[in-house]
């Protein structure tokens, strides 16, 4: 890392040369990448819910009333 002088001397910046300075990733791809490990984690998600979780089974009766069945004429 080298310093040198600003164009009127009076603040120094630093100049990284191209082996100190790291490449920054892609804003596009870091985003599709997080979407990727998301989508991951809610599959996995699922995935488990299926293999481990068993829904009870249950009859279920309803009874109706005869006047929701048929309901009387209008006048």
Same mark, same amino acid.
């Given at each position: 890392?080298?310093? /040198?002088?600003?164009? $009127?001397? *009076?603040? !120094? @910046? /630093? !100049?990284?040369? @191209?082996?100190? /300075?790291?490449? +920054?990733?892609?804003?596009?791809? !870091?985003?599709?990448? *997080?979407?990727?490990?998301?989508?991951?984690?809610?599959?996995? *998600?699922?995935?488990?819910?299926?293999?481990?979780? $068993?829904? @009870?089974?249950?009859?279920?009766?309803? !009874?109706? +009333?005869? /006047?929701?069945?048929?309901? @009387? +004429?209008?006048?």
């Amino acid at each position: 890392m080298a310093c /040198e002088a600003s164009h $009127n001397g *009076t603040a !120094r @910046k /630093e !100049r990284f040369s @191209k082996a100190d /300075e790291p490449d +920054p990733m892609p804003t596009l791809f !870091r985003f599709v990448v *997080t979407l990727a490990v998301l989508a991951g984690i809610a599959y996995g *998600t699922m995935f488990a819910l299926v293999m481990f979780v $068993n829904p @009870k089974q249950a009859e279920l009766s309803v !009874r109706i +009333p005869p /006047e929701k069945l048929a309901p @009387k +004429p209008s006048q």
